[in-house]
């Protein structure tokens, strides 16, 4: 980020498994126990505090077998309070959680609702669903940005008038990290736009020209 | 010598009054006459150990077990990993050979549960051996091996978290033809350590005041997810073990101290919550899950 308006982030690939094995130890192949949770997670904040500038890091569940409820709690609940209440992790990093099968996703909607958290996860079908106890005006204002990507800034108030959606529930969602707010022109960004923004190659002609210029990098550990 | 004679069914019910025995017993050199014992479940193992362990606890100077072996049970409990899991707790005779190439059909032996790796290496036991017998044996979806091994898990670290004190697992199926006329599985976990009450006291016992006992315990964390650490996510896996085995159509019950809890079915009507036990260290907990209805209800 700079005074001249420049703003870069990075695109943070986490493969749980491979983290698991590497961080914890070969033995473990199952996301379960506390203590395995506390180590993963406390490896995947280790890894996003190494990148210099604002980050989006997309958590891969697609090789873990078996989650309980109590790894659950460590790595995806703690790893987003750590974000929504200013916890280890700065305030320039978002989170979105991708190859969650069906049973995993009933760990991770306890410990949502459990904490009151939202976690945005990408869907096998493309784009994203938002996770956990969401009142249904703050799903809609999601799920309309989520369709059409982004909203620039100069016309949001309109874009949300237009719609019935209040300035209140996007503050909330943007609090929350489930939206992305450009610090400089204020445009709405749904996190899967984000993604799909970085996972175009920096040069790519392609490349749609929308701040934020992405800068992707994989880390599988 | 004293003998404490073993019920002719050691099971999740028979193992209380061998526990009562056990808690009137003199420590001395005593004997567990199981001479007569025809049937013994995960439950009357585990809680075999624990008594063996809690007589030796209390200065019993030697605990030594006697069954019958010409009986089938004897055989069974080599099977289950007993002897080899009662190495320093309990004395015996020569115990049968471990039947070669039967283990197959034991779903989960006897299993020692001391510290975190314990936990893993069950798990990664259960995803190789659970799958077969929860679809063929109890006619479970495929997906039900891992909700199986989470209830494993989390029912586990409880052990690891709440008691301060190492436990065993087991898990067998039975064919209960009378009562129920289906198969039922049964896990038993159990310790000696804290147990509800004493793991909960510091935290929360100033504000039941006097009502605070082992039952309210056992409310508090059965009931209402109470824990003794302050972080709000602790306390989960009790609440969704309940609701996984509640959707299997099965039974838990928890007892510690002098109390037990249960969530009770149509078919095993344990009382919700009762007083007055035996007062017993440590956690003990059954969940017995029945096969599914052929014709789709629980």
Redesign the interface.
């Known amino acids: 980020m700079s005074d001249s308006g420049d703003f870069q982030l990075d695109a943070f690939a986490v493969d749980v498994r491979a983290l698991l094995s590497t961080t914890v130890?070969s033995?473990?192949?199952?996301l379960?126990?506390?203590?395995?949770g506390r180590a993963v997670r406390m490896a995947i904040e280790s890894q996003l505090e190494e990148i210099p500038g604002p980050a989006i890091s997309m958590v891969d569940f697609s090789s873990v077998?078996?989650?309980?409820?109590?790894c659950a709690?460590?790595v995806v609940?703690?790893l987003l309070l750590g974000l929504r209440d200013g916890g280890a992790l700065r305030s320039d990093v978002f989170v979105c959680f991708r190859g969650l099968q069906?049973?995993h996703r009933?760990?991770v909607e306890?410990?949502l609702e459990?904490?009151s958290l939202y976690a945005v996860v990408e869907a096998d079908s493309g784009g994203a669903e938002l996770m956990g106890p969401v009142p249904a005006p703050e799903g809609a204002l999601w799920g309309a940005v989520e369709e059409v990507g982004q909203v620039p800034g100069p016309r949001l108030e309109g874009w949300l008038r237009e719609r019935g959606l209040e300035g209140a529930d996007l503050e909330h969602l943007v609090a929350s990290r489930s939206l992305f707010r450009h610090p400089f022109r204020g445009d709405i960004y749904a996190l899967s736009e984000l993604a799909e923004l970085l996972a175009e190659r920096p040069g790519d002609p392609s490349t749609p020209e929308t701040p934020p210029e992405p800068n992707a990098r994989d880390q599988t550990s | 010598m004293k003998v404490l004679e073993l019920p002719s069914s050691l099971d999740y019910r028979g193992i209380e009054e061998l526990m009562a025995r056990a808690v009137s017993a003199e420590p001395d050199k005593l004997l567990l006459d199981g001479r007569r014992t025809r049937f013994v479940d995960p439950a009357g193992m585990i809680g075999l150990l624990g008594v063996g362990r809690f007589l030796r606890n209390r200065g019993a100077e030697r605990v030594r077990l006697q069954m019958d072996p010409a009986a089938e049970v004897a055989g069974y409990l080599a099977r289950m990993g007993f002897y080899r899991a009662s190495e320093g707790i309990l004395e015996f005779d020569t115990p049968p050979e471990r039947a070669r190439g039967r283990s197959s059909d034991v779903l989960l032996e006897i299993t020692s549960i001391a510290e975190n790796q314990d936990v893993h290496a069950l798990v990664e036991h259960l995803q190789e051996r659970a799958g077969s017998i929860l679809s063929k044996t109890l006619h479970y979806p495929p997906s039900a091996v891992v909700q199986f091994s989470v209830i494993l898990s989390e029912v586990c670290q409880n052990i690891l978290e709440h008691a301060g004190a190492p436990g065993w697992v087991a898990a067998q199926t039975y064919q209960w033809s009378r009562r129920l006329g289906r198969q039922v599985l049964v896990i038993a976990v159990g310790d000696l350590g804290r147990g509800f009450r004493g793991s909960l006291e510091s935290e929360h016992a100033g504000r039941f005041g006097a009502r605070w006992s082992d039952s309210t315990a056992l409310e508090a964390a059965f009931i209402h997810g109470l824990t003794r650490f302050p972080d709000q996510g602790r306390g989960q896996g009790i609440q969704q073990i309940r609701k996984q085995v509640r959707r299997w159509g099965g039974v838990i019950a928890v007892r510690s101290g002098s109390a037990r809890i249960a969530d009770t079915s149509e078919w095993e009507e344990f009382p919700p919550l009762e007083e007055g036990l035996a007062d017993f260290p440590g956690a003990w907990i059954t969940i017995l899950l029945p096969e599914a209805d052929p014709e789709g209800g629980k």
């Open positions: 130890a033995l473990y192949s199952h379960i126990t506390r203590p395995t077998a078996v989650l309980d409820y109590s709690d460590e609940a703690k069906s049973f009933e760990p306890a410990v459990r904490h």
